[in-house]
């Protein structure tokens, strides 16, 4: 074994970057502590309040950053970590999606026996992971973050151990995770071996101008890391775990699962892609295409089949998935390099090509609008899902089918008019009908890919896009379909002491989806404002 | 040591080899506990060709990621287990198949 020089030299540590990370982590000990000194001296309100002031405190930092920085890079800690717009705008999205994880909870707690400020803890430690993976430039930090965030939410979904479902999707979810992260480690294992570096941009720059097409140990590095985080996004075909943990995880927690880990898988690899392995593009591109294939035909055919409301969402997340992979393979095909260098003021720099600038930032767009839409529906079948409970607890639990099967939604628009009306909403902005973000979204994916000349994927792309509308408005009539039964109770169930309602609704759950559902429509009218936030954050991301 | 020289190929072979152990470990054995010891495996093989590597760079940096595994690993199994704990005392005896109440 050789000597290994040792010159360790602290690197200069940026504070005012990372103060999101610290604030999310910062709160989550804090509850942690008080919760484990003083159990008793702490209701339950607290801990849904400290984490919603936690997760806009997250965001703001970060919008406010967005607009101070102008959206200059500010790498730290020896270029590990970095603070570009990419990483900022998923960081208000993590945010936001704290913000309505922690509303829809907070009426659902009790029902699944969490105890409140383990749940806001975990929630908060996820959300600094999924913020680190955003603005991550180091694999070995990437993959701090990913465990981060996965073990947080091993956590969050056992929590509701009493029911054996939970435990079920806990215990797959964890398997399946580790057996991902053992992938995505030795993937980083082969690529440090290839290039002798972990850094992203140190990667980056060490490929550049090298196509290197018989390396194999470069990419059966990059392979790896494909398995790996394809496993986190649920890519068919390594989507085996997420219907059965999305079913039988919390719903709150499963909002929270569908979009922002996702959502935070996705920026790993889009900045795995573009900033390390770029030129390396003729290699993964056509994997990402037949991912994107085969998890665009597999999520939309099986949605349809679904007779579980909360099954056919896990489905369709994963033909989301395939949406945003449609997006991100959009590089390919053009015949020109991910990356080129240009003159500034007479230093040379790295940008992205056009053709690479709208595929990302196409996918970021699609992210943002699916995690919105995707929170919201979930936000709905925890509330249904409450209301059913304690239907059956009044109907001496004689109606044995499963919380969320799709005869138990008939006659919803009678029952609960406006709860159906903003599912319907979400479900249809889900399907890509016009006028609502998913349409918006559905179009600049496709429209990327035709960029790219992916013509054959674009189509596959809005075949499916059909298939899987089939699936959402089999919901939405059986929600408008005259019941024919006479085993709908009119009068809602009685209200909990202690919880606000509306109309016989958790309040918290109401504004979350309330919050959702004006997302989708704005973004669907008015798309221009975050289309041009995307584009800038992919335009000022670190190469 | 007679003419054969243990080279950086041969600790990569081994950690590739581990890997693939746990890997196939993790998805044949239906006992959950094995199933972690296989997960664990995995890891170290991985560990084991980070340092090969380094030592091939003489660069401290693939040292360093070592440990940070090792915590990751550390802080893995500590979940793991207490699932598994849950799992076994809600039902003795169970086996990965026996979780297998959420299909469709």
Known sequence: ?543 | MSGLEVTTGWYLTLGAMLFLIGGTGLLVRRNPLIMLMCVELMLNGVNLSFIAFADRFGDVHGHTVVLFVLVVAAAEVVVGLGLVVAVLRASPRATADDLSALKG
């Open chain 1, 1 to 543: 074994m050789g000597q290994v020089e040792i010159a360790f030299e602290a690197p200069a540590v940026d504070w005012w970057v990372l103060t999101p990370q610290i604030i999310l982590v910062g709160a989550a000990l804090g509850l942690l502590l008080v919760a484990s000194l003083a159990p008793r001296a702490l209701p339950d309100w607290v801990s849904t309040i400290v984490s919603i002031a936690t997760g806009a405190a997250a965001a703001i930092v970060a919008a406010v950053q967005w607009a101070a920085w102008d959206l200059a890079p500010r790498p730290t800690l020896n270029g590990a970590f970095v603070s570009d717009g990419f990483s900022l705008l998923l960081t208000v999205l993590v945010g936001a999606g704290v913000v309505m994880t922690a509303l829809v909870a907070h009426s659902a707690l009790d029902r699944y026996d969490m105890a409140p400020p383990e749940f806001a803890a975990l929630l908060l430690a996820s959300a600094a992971g999924a913020v680190v993976m955003a603005g991550a430039n180091d694999l070995i930090v990437l993959f701090l973050g990913l465990e981060s965030l996965s073990i947080a939410l091993y956590v969050l979904i056992a929590l509701a151990g009493r029911r054996a479902s939970a435990r079920e999707s806990a215990m797959k979810y964890f398997v399946l995770g580790a057996f991902s992260s053992a992938f995505f480690l030795y993937g980083i294992a082969l690529v440090y071996g290839s290039t002798g570096s972990t850094n992203l941009s140190g990667i980056g720059g060490f490929l550049f101008g090298s196509i290197r097409e018989t390396d194999y140990l470069l990419l059966a590095g990059i392979a790896l890391l494909l398995v790996g985080l394809g496993f986190k996004v649920a890519a068919v075909p390594f989507h085996f775990w997420a219907p059965d943990v999305y079913e039988g995880a919390p719903s709150p927690v499963t909002g929270y699962l569908a979009s922002i880990a996702k959502a935070a898988g996705f920026a790993a690899l889009a900045r795995v892609l573009y900033v390390a392995v770029a030129e390396q593009s003729t290699a993964w591109a056509p994997i990402l295409i037949g991912l994107a294939f085969a998890t665009l035909a597999v999520g939309a055919v099986m949605a349809i089949c679904q007779n579980d409301v909360k099954r056919m969402l896990a489905y369709s997340s994963i033909s989301h998935a395939g949406f945003v992979l449609v997006g991100l393979s959009a590089v390919a095909g053009s015949g020109e390099a991910a990356r080129w260098i240009v003159r500034v003021a007479g230093e040379e720099s790295l940008i992205l090509t056009t053709g690479a600038t709208g595929a990302v930032s196409s996918a970021v767009f699609y992210l943002i609008a699916y995690s919105f839409m995707a929170l919201g529906s979930f936000a709905v079948l925890s509330v249904l899902g409450s209301e059913q409970q304690s239907a059956d607890a009044s109907a001496g639990g004689a109606d044995a089918s499963p919380p969320h099967a799709l005869s138990r939604y008939g006659g919803l628009a009678r029952r609960r008019p406006v709860l159906a009306l903003a599912f319907t909403v979400l479900l249809l902005a889900q399907a890509g009908v016009p006028l609502t973000a998913g349409f918006v979204a559905k179009f600049e994916v496709i429209r990327a890919a035709i960029d790219a000349s992916g013509y054959v994927l674009a189509a596959v792309a809005m075949v499916t896009a059909v298939v899987s509308a089939f699936a959402y408005l089999r919901v939405v009539l059986a929600m408008y379909a005259p019941e024919d039964s006479a085993d709908g109770d009119d009068s809602a169930p009685a209200a909990r002491a202690g919880r606000p309602r509306w109309g016989g609704l958790p309040l918290t759950s109401v504004f979350a989806i309330s919050l959702a559902v004006a997302v989708t429509v704005v973004v669907g009218v008015l798309p221009q404002t975050l289309l041009e936030w995307s584009r800038d954050a992919v335009l000022s991301i670190i190469l």
